[in-house]
């Protein structure tokens, strides 16, 4: 594992102690990040600073700070972490298409509600992303649907990277989750793979 992945999930694992902790005045500070730009938010400094790399760039500093205010969202009101078999943004909008579709006994609709999420998100340029996803991680949390906030770190860091990979990646586990009705499949080993070599 190498250093940048390591320091992100170190970052991961101390959010979710805060909630293991209950530590309810960290996650409001948190959450005071939502809606603002990158480091605005004052407050949330001591919660996000300690755990940057040290050559961090103000790209993969920005990373932090969305996607700390985005887990504080998510866990605003729930007292125990919540884990779930995803392997990326993409995979928990096929859960929640799933959730949907089991709800409401209507596929169709929620198939075409989930797929323009989506496509709003992949085709958004990186300013406009934390918008996006703010949106997106409330749908999220209104159905308990889990995320996995490292790897979301990692994508939000990444977004503008020419290769696209964060892009097809979420592409690729919605819609294969679609052939499959699941959100997670073998993709997640690969994502894991894929992030140790860059």
């Not at 085709?123 to 749908?139: F, S, V």
């Not at 919605?174 to 992030?195: A, I, L, P, V, Y």
């Amino acid at each position: 594992m190498n250093t940048a992945v390591a320091k992100q999930h170190a970052f991961i694992t101390h959010l979710e102690n805060l909630v293991r902790q209950k530590d309810r005045g960290a996650l409001a500070a948190l959450r005071r990040g939502l809606g603002k730009p990158p480091r605005t938010a004052r407050e949330m400094d001591r919660y996000v600073l300690p755990y940057l790399p040290h050559d961090t760039g103000e790209k993969q500093e920005n990373a932090y700070y969305l996607v700390g205010a985005l887990f504080a969202y998510w866990y605003q009101g729930k007292d125990k972490l919540e884990e779930g078999p995803t392997a990326n943004l993409g995979a928990s909008l096929r859960l929640l298409v799933n959730r949907e579709s089991a709800e409401t006994s209507n596929r169709e609709d929620a198939e075409k509600r989930m797929e323009k999420r989506l496509v709003a998100l992949l085709n958004c340029h990186h300013d406009d992303l934390p918008d996006h996803l703010r949106h997106t991680i409330g749908l999220l949390k209104s159905k308990d649907i889990p995320v996995d906030w490292t790897q979301l770190l990692w994508d939000v860091h990444n977004w503008q990277h020419e290769s696209c990979k964060a892009q097809r990646d979420w592409a690729r586990n919605f819609w294969r989750g679609h052939e499959k009705g699941t959100g997670f499949n073998e993709n997640q080993s690969q994502n894991e793979e894929d992030k140790e070599e860059e």
